[in-house]
């Protein structure tokens, strides 16, 4: 007689059978016992009478990160789509989390050792994310394999899809350019200002007083 082992926990094949939905919802012209999902004529919606003519998808939010390492990425070539900027980078759990520095915190923030030179660069994945990729600068004319290798990378992706991905033991980022015929990339339709506002709102360091500030020098 053969017999069929389960693991402890494990549902027995008898059980699966309880799972099943046993009464589908049926709505609209579907037949009884149909799955909702049958008669899709009635999910569509007259665009007009609900007030949505028109309505497009927005640009709501915008991320400051490095590209994703498995994804392939595009740069914007327009020189308007690129700024360097001073930035914070707040690590929580490993985490970065990213912060303008205002022009008049420049000096107090350095001496805290705590800021950083960077081109941020207008970039999208083929899947449409739209983010601002922070390439850091090398300062006081020395080298850096890191640095240089993100810069090369980032100016690479202005005319190929690229990947980008570290390589601990070279030191430096590796760049691989994607062999396929990918379609062209799908920039965002809004100016830089606009896209700074969503990617950095609720994060400027602005004065001596925010919390950033206090936490470095030990007041919080």
């Not at 402890?8 to 094949?13: E, F, K, N, V, Y």
């Not at 890191?146 to 990378?153: E, H, K, N």
């Not at 590796?174 to 809004?190: C, E």
């Amino acid at each position: 007689m053969n017999t069929i082992e389960t693991q402890p926990g494990a549902l027995a094949p008898d059980a699966f059978n309880s799972l099943a939905v046993s009464h589908p919802v049926s709505v609209g012209n579907a037949s009884p016992g149909a799955s909702i999902f049958a008669d899709l004529e009635q999910f569509k919606i007259d665009m007009k009478e609900a007030g949505l003519e028109g309505a497009e998808e927005q640009l709501a939010v915008v991320s400051v990160r490095k590209p994703p390492a498995e994804e392939f990425v595009r740069v914007s070539p327009d020189k308007a789509m690129t700024i360097t900027m001073v930035l914070h980078d707040c690590r929580d759990n490993f985490a970065s989390e990213y912060y303008v520095v205002a022009p008049r915190m420049l000096g107090e923030m350095m001496d805290l050792r705590a800021a950083f030179y960077a081109q941020l660069c207008v970039t999208v994945t083929r899947s449409g994310l739209v983010m601002l990729w922070p390439v850091k600068l090398p300062t006081g004319g020395a080298s850096n394999p890191w640095y240089d290798s993100a810069l090369r990378g980032a100016e690479m992706a202005k005319a190929d899809w690229i990947r980008i991905y570290a390589d601990p033991g070279q030191k430096q980022y590796r760049i691989r350019k994607a062999l396929g015929d990918f379609d062209p990339p799908a920039f965002p339709d809004k100016p830089l200002n606009e896209l700074l506002e969503l990617a950095f709102r609720g994060r400027i360091i602005d004065s001596s007083d925010h919390p950033i500030c206090k936490k470095l020098r030990g007041e919080a």
